[in-house]
């Protein structure tokens, strides 16, 4: 059975970092494309960060130059580093297989002073 699974959410400050990690069960992970969406109350969700097989990378305007998604094939885990938080960064985070559209559960990430 597929799984995906985030963890690192949680409440930091302005400014803060976090970093969300994805485990990933299944044989699907080494060739398919994974991305980071987020989605806050009462909007829909977004596309955060993707990173394909190679390694290339792409950013949603609003967390470039902030965040940086990584993957490490071996351990079969997307990363996303997410720095100088906002308090419009705050939202549940989704990681998503793109291939094939497996989705985790979400994990909050909250920015507040």
């Known amino acids: 059975q597929v799984q995906l699974e985030e963890s690192g959410g949680g409440s930091v400050q302005p400014g803060g970092s976090l970093r969300l990690s994805c485990a990933a069960s299944?044989?699907?992970?080494?060739?398919?494309?994974m991305a980071w969406y987020r989605q806050a109350p009462g909007k829909q969700r977004a596309l955060v960060a993707q990173?394909?097989?190679?390694?290339?990378?792409y950013y949603g305007d609003s967390v470039k130059g902030r965040f940086t998604i990584s993957r490490d094939t071996a351990k079969n885990t997307v990363y996303l580093q997410m720095d100088s938080l906002k308090p419009e960064d705050t939202a549940v985070y989704y990681c998503?297989?793109?291939?094939?559209?497996?989705w985790g559960q979400g994990t909050q990430v909250t920015v507040s002073s």
């Open positions: 998503f297989a793109v291939g094939s559209r497996y």
């Open positions: 299944g044989t699907f992970f080494s060739i398919d494309s």
């Open positions: 990173i394909g097989i190679s390694g290339s990378t």
